[in-house]
């Protein structure tokens, strides 16, 4: 660190030439500069956390949802009236509320003992699976990015391309059932990876950031796509005047794996392959090799001579098409009826979250889909059941991430040890000289 | 003021970072801390300064038990520290930095900025510093800056102050000048802890010499001892601090680099056209202070600087314009100077470090896959060749000790098919052991007929590796010198006296 400051203050005696004219050029040849280091320490410290960590901001969460849930219960309020005269009822009301609140999200997500019969009562847990596919696929994504050190924000704009790009092939060819859905499928991921590429091609060529790019990208493609919803001959269906599209045929439909019962389709086993493929390639793959290098060190990646620049593209391809595959999921496994603007039903930002709950790891990613998906499909019922607002659900939700975000805040809940970076790295020097002197 | 600390003991989890360390710092003395690097040291006035707390023992000023809480108390008693890395707000000024955490105001809280000034010049005035209260601290040199940090432990009334290596940033003028000042301020009475490394420094200004190793005291030493002695007692064995190295057997140019010059980002020439060349089985050594031209040169020759003018072949092989990627197929093994930034990632694990720059190809990728079981066999075997301190190749890069992660830089390089090796302050910030063996094996490459471009800042290493010697100032060449010229020469070619009587000054 002091280097580089030493040497410019070197340089700036010799002859100093007006800078202004070759700025522009200098930004033309060297684009990417090394991410601004608190921002990209920010995420690190994220991403480093453990698994422990996860669960535990998890924990924390429902902790906190449940005082939530019992603060807002009518029941709970009344009896808080008379509290001193006869605390037993509040403590009661508190857990009938709490108790009754979390049974429900369990029974609407997982397995209803209330429903006759075993394929009934696991009906929940086949709704939580299929929210979940979409989840874990944008997750996928966005986690790739992470990886290799990119903030990927435009779930949103990516998924509305897949799932129009799907979504199109699906209602406007005629083609043999199998081939329908395959090409409907490679269409829906392509226009994600397009579009992610985009970002990613201005990015290394430009130095634009990421972040302002994928944000403004998606009102671009949200209006654009609307735009085509609403245009004759596009995407709209045929003779309506609605903002969305006609049914997908049946040809190109993602089958549900459990016949007419359940709403699982058979996206739940791509996003289970697409899982296995991520984690190979960050983990075996060359490719996913560098990308992990120009994420943590890309000064270090340049030197070891890797095109950085490169590796942004390529990185925000396969980041954009996992989530297009999203939008794939989202037309022809939950929505088939045709779909409008609103399709991608916020999954492109709830993928952050799932990434960020999952650290980046592929099944970490998978596991924190899952759970996300039983939220979503549990809140249902805790609404319906139990008349408590879906919002809460929300908040346990933004919870969980507020809390992985502060590390420190949930360490000093639990009382876990404080990992001192300084003694950290004291101890595994010494350790390092202490091995030696043990072998 | 005489400090004492009597058997501080620092233990993180099952290790002892301290063991019973006692240490009496008489008023008025310089009292240096030796050890390698992961001795102990920087703990040790870390318990001092009150950021970590001891779990035994006890520190005594003027022979009464203080118990500090945080740096703030340890201020208040009188110790004052300057760390190696500068607490400095680079967009204050100096005034402004020195009255930083304790300033004085006028009513209503409004800054008594002429009261810091006036502070600042009598503290300078009083030991010469030479330092204006109204200059902003990021333009000014390291060396002043240093002194920033010490006129600011002088005001707060410091009277022990703690040098922490303070001269790995400095070059040999601005060491010799510290010297100076540490020497004034004993002279006022304060008492001086100085802790390094380095051999030569430790004999020039201490009055006495504790050696430290694993956390425990091993003895105290006159500044009178020889290197040999110190180093031993450092690295707890006798130590070679001249390399053996045998006559260079010289083959054809195969580095050439003609009239290079390069520019910047922010416009301005850094290398200004040079010219030299490097033979099969040479070592040729880059000397300069800091931050004239030879980042940018050696960054010219990987392809990592965009706007180069001019021409670098290797073995008859044009460079300029080539990827970095290239340029490393070409046989070009790079020691970056800097191995944290450019040359290792922390987070990976030493094998994946082992690959870091031959991801592509074979032997560790096959069908864009890696393969694991080659990585983890070469790693293995890199591990006890290049004597890798570690549990294992998959402890992650950032938790070993400098030496050891410079070592798995140079196992990577080394274990390519060379033509050209670029070693960029191949030794910075390494102790004595390290040293020695990063030096053994460069002379290794050279005797191997590989041709060796050294670039250092430290003259004893110039010394001790180069064949010949080229000398840097201002992004330009002063003169190219044989490996045995004096130091005193060296030391004005590196201000920018050309030598005389030397007809190969490009």
């Known amino acids: 660190m002091t280097t580089r400051k030493d040497s410019k203050v070197s340089k700036a005696e010799p002859e100093k030439k007006p800078a202004a004219s070759s700025a522009a050029e200098t930004q033309a040849a060297e684009p990417v500069e090394p991410q601004s280091g608190r921002w990209s320490n920010a995420v690190r410290e994220i991403l480093s956390g453990s698994a422990v960590m996860s669960v535990m901001a998890i924990v924390l969460s429902i902790i906190i949802g449940g005082i939530l849930i019992a603060a807002t219960d009518t029941q709970v309020q009344q009896t808080a009236g008379y509290f001193f005269s006869r605390p037993g009822d509040m403590l009661k009301a508190i857990w009938d509320s709490v108790s009754g609140a979390y049974s429900s999200l369990f029974q609407g997500s997982i397995y209803n003992f209330r429903r006759p019969g075993f394929v009934n009562g696991i009906k929940p847990l086949a709704e939580t699976l299929t929210f979940a596919t979409p989840l874990i696929a944008a997750g996928l994504g966005v986690a790739l990015g992470f990886r290799a050190g990119l903030f990927n924000i435009g779930g949103r704009g990516q998924m509305l391309f897949g799932a129009a790009a799907a979504g199109w092939v699906a209602f406007s060819f005629d083609l043999p059932y199998g081939l329908h859905l395959l090409i409907a499928l490679v269409a829906g991921v392509a226009a994600g990876g397009l579009w992610g590429g985009l970002a990613g091609f201005l990015k290394a060529r430009t130095g634009a950031h990421e972040v302002i790019t994928t944000i403004m990208l998606n009102y671009v493609a949200f209006y654009f796509v609307y735009w085509m919803l609403s245009t004759p001959g596009m995407l709209q269906a045929p003779g309506s005047n609605n903002p969305k599209t006609p049914a997908m045929k049946d040809t190109a439909i993602l089958p549900n794996f459990f016949g007419p ?101 592929p099944w970490g990613v998978f596991a924190a889909g899952l759970l996300f998906g039983a939220f979503k499909a549990g809140g249902f019922s805790m609404q319906a059941s139990q008349g408590i607002p879906i919002d809460i659900v929300l908040v346990v939700q933004s919870m969980i991430v507020l809390f992985i975000a502060a590390p420190p805040l949930v360490r000093a809940v639990f009382r876990l040890p404080k990992p001192n970076p300084l003694a950290a790295a004291n101890i595994a020097k010494l350790q390092g000289k202490k091995a030696v002197v043990t072998k | 003021m005489k400090l004492e600390l009597r058997g501080i003991t620092k233990r993180f989890g099952t290790l002892v970072a301290n063991d019973h360390i006692d240490l009496v710092v008489e008023p008025g003395e310089i009292h240096c801390l030796l050890g390698e690097n992961g001795a102990g040291k ?283 990627r290239e340029i490393l197929d070409a046989g070009v093994g790079f020691v970056p100077e800097d191995r944290n930034v450019d040359g290792l990632v922390s987070e990976f694990s030493i094998a994946e470090n082992l690959m870091l720059d031959r991801a592509n190809g074979a032997p560790f990728a096959k069908f864009g896959s890696i393969q694991l079981q080659t990585l983890s066999d070469f790693s293995t075997e890199k591990l006890s060749e290049f004597d890798i301190r570690a549990q294992g190749i998959g ?112």
């Open chain 1, 261 to 361: 019962n359940f709403q699982l389709h058979f996206g739940f086993f791509i996003v289970i392959g697409a899982t296995f493929f991520v984690w190979w390639l960050l983990n075996r793959s060359t490719l996913g090799f560098q990308f992990r290098a120009v994420g943590f060190n890309p000064n270090a990646a340049k030197t070891a001579g890797m095109n950085v620049n490169r590796m942004y593209f390529y990185v925000m391809i396969f980041s954009g098409a996992l989530v297009g595959l999203a939008g794939v999921f989202q037309v022809l496994g939950t929505v088939t009826t045709g779909f409008s603007s609103g399709i991608d039903a916020g999954i492109g930002f709830d993928a952050i979250t799932v990434a960020l709950l999952g650290r980046s790891k």
């Open chain 2, 42 to 324: 920087s703990t040790l006035m870390n318990v001092l300064y009150g950021i970590y707390k001891a779990d035994e023992g006890e520190i005594l000023l003027d022979d009464k038990v203080q118990n500090f809480a945080g740096p703030g108390d340890a201020m208040a008693a009188g110790i004052g520290m300057v760390h190696q890395h500068f607490m400095l707000i680079p967009v204050f000024t100096v005034a402004e930095n020195v009255m930083l955490g304790h300033e004085p105001t006028h009513f209503g809280g409004s800054l008594d900025l002429a009261k810091a000034r006036a502070k600042v010049r009598e503290i300078s005035d009083r030991f010469g510093f030479d330092v204006d209260p109204d200059a902003v601290v990021e333009d000014l040199p390291v060396g002043v800056q240093q002194r920033v940090e010490i006129i600011k432990a002088l005001s707060r009334d410091a009277h022990v102050l703690v040098f922490d290596e303070p001269t790995a940033v400095l070059t040999p003028q601005e060491t010799d000048e510290l010297m100076l000042i540490m020497k004034q301020l004993k002279e006022t009475g304060t008492s001086i802890v100085f802790i390094t490394h380095k051999l030569r420094e430790v004999r020039e200004v201490a009055d006495r010499i504790t050696v430290v190793r694993l956390g425990k005291v091993v003895g105290e030493a006159k500044p009178t001892a020889s290197n040999e002695e110190l180093a031993s007692m450092m690295v707890g064995r006798a130590v070679e601090l001249t390399i053996e190295k045998g006559k260079a057997k010289l083959g054809d140019p195969a580095l050439v680099v003609e009239k290079l010059s390069v520019i910047d980002p922010i416009g301005q020439l850094v290398v200004n056209n040079i010219s030299f060349d490097v033979k099969a089985g040479e070592i040729v050594a880059i000397a300069g202070v800091q931050g004239n031209g030879q980042t940018e040169l050696v960054e010219a020759i990987m392809g990592l600087q965009p706007r180069v003018r001019g021409g670098i072949s290797l073995d008859g092989r044009q460079l300029v314009g080539r990827t970095v």
């Open chain 2, 395 to 506: 402890t992650l890069a950032g938790n070993l000790s400098g030496g050891n992660q410079q070592k798995v830089v140079l196992a990577r390089e080394l274990s390519r098919e060379l033509h050209l090796l670029v070693a960029a302050q191949p030794t910075r910030g390494l102790d004595v052991g390290s040293v020695e063996f990063v030096h053994t094996r460069i002379v290794e490459a050279r005797d191997a007929g590989v041709p060796v471009l050294v670039v250092s800042t430290e003259l004893d290493e110039v010394v001790a590796l180069a064949d010949r010697i080229a000398v840097m100032y201002r992004g330009g060449i002063v003169g190219i010198v044989p490996g045995d010229t004096p130091r005193d020469v060296l030391g004005l070619m590196m201000a920018g006296e050309a030598p005389r009587g030397s007809g190969k000054a490009a």
